[in-house]
C-alpha cells in the first residue's frame, strides 16, 4: 500500500540553525512526493514538490531531494528563521485519487 | 489564496446537533476532497468526489455524509454530533482525472462540539 512515515516532532530550534525533517515513503508505482506546510491558524500550502526520481524541489530556502533508492523525500532548510514555525506534512501522490499525508511535524523556531 | 473557498470559518454547536460544511473548489477543478484534523493530529482522510460522484472513502463515520453538486461545490454533513467531532475540517480540490499534482486546500472550518 501506499504510506508516508514522517520524523516525530515537535522540533525546536535556535534561528539560523539547519533544518532537517525526515520523510520516508512506501508506494506502489511511481508517485509524486509534497512537502506542505500549514502556518498557525492556517490551511495547507503547498511548499514543495518533486515528480520523479532525482528531482530537487525547493522553495523559500527549503530543499527536498527524491531519492528513490531510499525511499526517501527529506526536507532541508540551512538557516530557520523565526517565521518557519510552523506544521510541515510529507506527502505523496500515485494518481488522480487520494493523497497520503505523514502525520506533520511541529516547527518552532526561537529567536 | 489558494482558489478553495469553505465556509463558515467557524461553528460553534451543541452534542447531538447536525451541521453543514460547505466547500468551492477552484474553478474547473472536478476533484473535490474533504479532511478532519484533530487537535495533536495528522490529517484524516474522509473523503473524495470527482465530478458529482464518490471516487474514494477514507475514515469517514457513519454519522457523516458528503455529496458534490452539479455546480461543483461540496457540502460535508456532520449529524448526531459528540465532542470529540470538534476539529478543524479541511476541503482541497483538484482538477482530476489524469492530474496527479498537488492538492489546493481551503482554509478549513472549525468545529466546535460542546
Known amino acids: 500500500g501506499n504510506s508516508v512515515t514522517q520524523m516525530e516532532g515537535p522540533v525546536t530550534l535556535s534561528e539560523e540553525a539547519f533544518l532537517t525533517i525526515n520523510c520516508t515513503y512506501t508506494?506502489?508505482?511511481?508517485?509524486?512526493l509534497f512537502w506542505y506546510v500549514q502556518y498557525p491558524g492556517e490551511g495547507l500550502q503547498l511548499l514543495l514538490k518533486a515528480t520523479k526520481a532525482d528531482d530537487k524541489g525547493s522553495n523559500k530556502g527549503f530543499e527536498a531531494t527524491y531519492r528513490k533508492e531510499t525511499t526517501s523525500f527529506h526536507l532541508e532548510k540551512g538557516s530557520v528563521q523565526v517565521s518557519d514555525s510552523a506544521v510541515y506534512f510529507c506527502?505523496?501522490?500515485?494518481?488522480?485519487?487520494?493523497?497520503?499525508f505523514g502525520t506533520g511535524t511541529r516547527l518552532t523556531v526561537i529567536p | 489564496d489558494s482558489g478553495v473557498t469553505q465556509t463558515p470559518k467557524h461553528l460553534i454547536t451543541a452534542t447531538g446537533q447536525r451541521v453543514t460544511l460547505r466547500c468551492s473548489p477552484r474553478s474547473g477543478d472536478l476533484s473535490v476532497y474533504w479532511y478532519q484534523q484533530s487537535l495533536d493530529q495528522g490529517l484524516q482522510f474522509l473523503i473524495q468526489?470527482?465530478?458529482?460522484?464518490?471516487?474514494a472513502k477514507g475514515n469517514i463515520l457513519e454519522r457523516f455524509s458528503a455529496q458534490q453538486f452539479p455546480d461543483l461545490h461540496s457540502e460535508l454533513n456532520l449529524s448526531s454530533l459528540e465532542l470529540g467531532d470538534s476539529a478543524l475540517y479541511f476541503c482541497?480540490?483538484?482538477?482530476?482525472?489524469?492530474?496527479?499534482?498537488?492538492?489546493?486546500f481551503g482554509e478549513g472550518s472549525r468545529l466546535t462540539v460542546l
Open positions: 482541497a480540490s483538484r482538477p482530476g482525472t489524469g492530474y496527479t499534482g498537488e492538492l489546493f
Open positions: 508506494a506502489t508505482g511511481y508517485p509524486s
Open positions: 506527502a505523496l501522490s500515485t494518481g488522480a485519487n487520494n493523497l497520503f
Open positions: 468526489y470527482y465530478n458529482g460522484e464518490e471516487r
